[in-house]
């Protein structure tokens, strides 16, 4: 299937992460922008046609991919000025780059990409700042059992927030972290069909009117995710991917079989 990334919004509370009009999806976690750790994440479960919804900072993302470095992630040999890669990440990608809009909602860049989804009836769609460990291949299976026309993932709060019952006179009668309640959000990663094309106004949003039209209908499934989740909405959390990328902790990038390889290394020598 066809993966949409939306990656055009301004991402006003990254902004002082950087300078220069540099769109949230291209901050860093380890040596790659966070846009392409979400493309290596489909990719690895085959979904290798990319339609990046473009706005604010386009040129950034353009000239990333026009420019792309392969020997950044990947090991290669160098003789006689000549380079040979070992591996390769985008070498079997195809990407189409649209423009969709500085100030539009997400289903109205949707609606623009659409002529890129003709004769697709189903596809994928993902925000392009959030990383997950979810088995992609279950998710569209359950998607597809549920006859639903749409399917988001929905995880459970990642928030230090406590939750207070309190009575009218002020008494607080409990305290409860909000990650232990039993509260859903929208984690980010939608399977679609086109039938959601239907659902969204020109200049209409995906989740506002799309989605929740589908939902009073009963016809949006949620697929519950309780594995690893985590946005990069702020600098803070960009930084906490990129300190764990940096340690080792990596659960989103399932596609790399070294850390498996390290513990079978590990299991042996016992």
């Keep these: 299937m066809k993966v949409v990334l939306f990656c055009g919004g301004y991402g006003m509370r990254m902004r002082d992460s950087g300078g220069d009009g540099m769109p949230k999806p291209m901050q ?4 790659r922008p966070l846009i392409w750790h979400v493309m290596r994440y489909y990719a ?32 290669f040999v160098m003789h006689g000025g000549n380079v040979e890669l070992m591996h390769s990440d985008i070498s079997d990608w195809k990407i189409t780059f649209v423009d ?25 769609a993902n925000y392009s700042d959030v990383l997950t460990d979810a088995p992609l291949d279950e998710v569209v299976a359950k998607f597809h059992e549920s006859g639903a026309a749409a399917s988001m993932m929905v995880v459970p709060p990642e928030s230090s927030f406590h939750c207070v019952n309190i009575s009218e006179a002020g008494e607080v009668k409990d305290i409860t972290p909000l990650s232990e309640m039993s509260v859903w959000i929208n984690g980010g ?22 989605c929740a039209t589908l939902a009073g209908e009963g016809r949006l499934f949620g697929y519950s995710h309780h594995g690893f989740w985590k946005p990069a909405d702020t600098f803070k959390e960009r930084a906490e991917l990129d300190a764990g990328y940096h340690r080792g902790d990596r659960p989103w990038m399932v596609w790399d079989t070294s850390g498996d390889d390290a513990k079978i290394d590990v299991a042996r020598s016992r």
């Design 100 to 124: 969709t809009g500085l100030e539009s909602a997400i289903g109205e860049r949707l609606r623009r990409a659409r002529p890129f989804l003709e004769g697709d009836e189903y596809f994928l």
């Design 189 to 210: 990663y939608f399977v679609l069909s086109n039938e959601i094309f239907d659902y969204i106004p020109p200049g209409g949003d995906l989740v506002a009117d799309g």
């Design 44 to 75: 690895h479960f085959g979904h290798k046609e990319f339609i990046l919804c473009l706005g604010y900072g386009a040129s950034h993302i353009k000239n990333y991919f026009l420019t792309y470095q392969e020997a950044a992630s990947n090991d």
């Design 28 to 31: 860093m976690v380890g040596p």
